[in-house]
């Protein structure tokens, strides 16, 4: 596709409930980054995937968030439990292997947990 | 990890030239300075990046000085549609390819 895709647009959750979410990235892009926007705030670092390495996930704020990135394409967010505070947008980015190259961002996932 | 500083809001009219400054007093040597643009209910954009001196697109122009401790996105004639927030944050140092973003400068254009 042209884009980064993101599935699905929203998601509705029980607290308690598991959640998957999904991101397609720009074909032939290595590095693929996810991150969490909570309402009226910036965009907040997860994880990180050169290919299907996950080098950094310092910012996933508990064990019941997972990701993985098997076939270093598509890659899929897990939440376990889920709780109230996970409610968020939940943004998928990838770009060009480099530190410094554009990062293409989906329209991402809003999760509400009631 | 370094942090980047600009006014949390900014209000313009069409037309106007617009000027977002971003202080950044611990940039590292090897950062880069790069802008996102936010809308609502989308993903940030990329609009320009820069290490130094000026940086011109079709979208916007960067300004960087000689320390490097500030930096200016100028947004030439903005319409309705540029209202939007703005990130300015760091990229290629230390922080590798993840990006920081802080609150941004929320824009709002009226006619």
Not at chain 1, 93 to 110: H, K, L, M
Not at chain 2, 62 to 88: E, G, M, N, Q, W
Request: charged share 15%.
């Amino acid at each position: 596709g042209a884009g980064v895709s993101q599935s699905p647009r929203y998601k509705v959750a029980k607290r308690g409930q598991d959640v998957a979410l999904r991101c397609d990235p720009i074909s032939g892009h290595v590095s693929l980054f996810w991150y969490q926007q909570a309402l009226g705030q910036g965009p907040e670092f997860l994880t990180y995937f050169q290919n299907e390495a996950q080098l950094d996930k310092s910012g996933l704020p508990s064990d019941r968030f997972f990701a993985e990135r098997p076939e270093g394409s598509v890659s899929t967010l897990k939440i376990q439990r889920t709780q109230q505070e996970d409610s968020a947008v939940y943004l998928c980015a990838s770009s060009q292997q480099g530190a410094a190259n554009i990062q293409y961002f989906g329209a991402g996932t809003r999760l509400s947990v009631l | 990890l370094a942090k980047t500083t600009q006014p949390i809001s900014m209000d313009s009219y069409e037309g106007q030239e617009v000027n977002i400054t971003c202080s950044h007093n611990n940039i590292a040597t090897n950062d880069y300075i790069t802008w996102y643009q936010q809308f609502p209910s989308q993903g940030p954009r990329f609009i320009i990046q820069g290490y130094k001196t000026k940086v011109t697109n079709e979208v916007a122009s960067l300004f960087i000085p000689a320390d490097r401790k500030s930096s200016t996105l100028s947004l030439p004639r903005v319409s309705l549609s540029d209202t939007a927030v703005y990130y300015c944050l760091f990229q290629g140092g230390n922080q590798g390819g993840k990006l920081i973003f802080g609150q941004g400068t929320e824009l709002s254009v009226k006619p």
